[in-house]
């Protein structure tokens, strides 16, 4: 073979490479879509189903908590059959999840769909990152990581805006209908762009306990449970935060959800090109500027102007997404080996903290205000600063503190 049909070969074979990460990330996209979604059309919804607006709310709580009970299933008893295959059927049951929720016009049946799609998702989302991980060389996990949990971000700050213009100007049913297509596109990108990857052998509750005992990997998971909560306590309720604003008007609050959404791509890109490099510096930078940001509209709220609010807002959705892909980046980092358990807990906290953000968040604005929900999500945010602070940077700082070396 001479150098230029080798040269063809390898850029074909790295063009397939990063052609799958992309459609993981687009299926990652899909499902995280599909968990939030409701939030982003609670009053259609509402009357659709014919159920108060905190009914719809709780599909999100319960639908997050599923998918972290599954996740951590999925990991300890699934992990020896082939992943290409088992991507595909999860994704085949999210399709189906998904297709029911678009057709039904009962709440309960909605409800049981739901469970069907969270069920699948836990399980989808455990293996994503160390599936990454593996289609990849070393130099690239941090791109690759960034590119396939952009999926996240882009989801939890794109997909619910985008969401609300599909109910608002055609149903909600539709915005279902349009998730299910993309679940479609998804599970055929999968299936031809995905290589086969080799299964393991089922983990077990054992490593799962070892990995949770990891002094470096709990104390990540300590962080992200605080900073992913307090972000969700904020996040899903601030659609009517703007409202009660003075600043903005009705018709400005689809283009500050929007603006939020932009910045939150915006920052998965700066994050993807620095996350190699600078991890934790990555991290503290982004959760400082959260904070700061939350704690702002918190505490200023009755005297910011519209561009204040929107620059504030700007500030928070790039930040956001450095938070989202840095915490799994870290944990697919010092777990090594066990990247697929570790990412499971991963997994599971994230979507147990989604659920919990948006119980805190609604019991503050039952019992106390905006100004009150922004303070305490900001301050929240900031205490997990000094968890990261202590966490070392890479593994070769703490060598005892491996995975294995607890076993």
């Known amino acids: 073979m001479n150098n230029t049909e080798t040269n063809s070969s390898f850029e074909t074979s790295n063009l397939k490479m990063w052609l799958s990460i992309i459609i993981l990330a687009i299926a990652t996209f899909t499902i995280v879509t599909a968990e939030l979604a409701p939030i982003g059309l609670l009053t259609p919804m509402a009357e659709g189903l014919q159920q108060s607006e905190s009914m719809i709310g709780l ?84 791109l690759a990581t960034s590119i396939v949990f952009g999926g996240v971000s882009a989801a939890s700050v794109f997909g619910i805006p985008i969401a609300n213009v599909i109910g608002a100007n055609l149903s909600w049913q539709m915005a279902f209908w349009i998730i299910s297509a993309l679940s479609v596109f998804s599970l055929l990108g999968i299936l031809l762009l995905v290589p086969n990857i080799k299964s393991q052998h089922a983990i077990g509750i054992t490593v799962l306990k070892d990995v949770i005992r990891n002094p470096i990997l709990s104390k990540i998971y300590i962080a992200t449970l605080l900073a992913i909560t307090a972000h969700f306590s904020a996040f899903t309720f601030i659609e009517p935060y703007l409202h009660t604003s003075k600043a903005i008007s009705d018709n400005f609050i689809s283009i500050a959800l929007f603006t939020f959404g932009f910045a939150g791509l915006m920052g998965n890109f700066i994050t993807g090109m620095f996350i190699d490099r600078y991890l934790k510096p990555l991290i503290l930078l982004s959760v400082a500027i959260v904070a700061v940001s939350l704690l702002i509209l918190g505490i200023f709220s009755s005297s910011l102007n519209q561009t204040a609010i929107f620059a504030l807002i700007i500030f928070w959705g790039i930040s956001v997404s450095g938070i989202f892909v840095g915490f799994q980046t870290w944990v697919l980092r010092i777990a090594q080996d066990d990247a697929f358990p570790a990412s499971a807990i991963y997994v599971a906290i994230f979507n147990s903290a989604i659920g919990t953000g948006a119980l805190f968040g609604a019991w503050i604005m039952a019992n106390f205000d905006f100004t009150v929900l922004m303070s305490f999500s900001g301050t929240a945010i900031a205490i997990s600063l000094f968890m990261i602070s202590i966490i070392p940077s890479e593994i070769n700082d703490a060598p005892s503190q491996l995975v294995g070396d607890n076993r």
């Not at 319960?62 to 951590?72: E, M, V």
């Not at 189906?96 to 309960?108: E, H, K, R």
């Open 59 to 142: 599909t999100v709580t319960f639908y997050a908590w599923i998918g972290a009970i599954s996740a951590l299933l999925s990991s300890a008893f699934l992990g020896n059959l082939p992943k290409k295959t088992l991507l595909i059927t999860l994704m085949f049951i999210l399709f189906i999840s998904n297709i029911l929720c678009a057709m039904t016009t009962d709440y309960y049946f909605f409800v049981a769909a739901r469970v069907i799609g969270a069920l699948a998702h836990g399980a989808f989302w455990a293996m994503i990152g160390a599936l990454a991980m593996s289609l990849v060389p070393a130099r690239h996990v941090g």
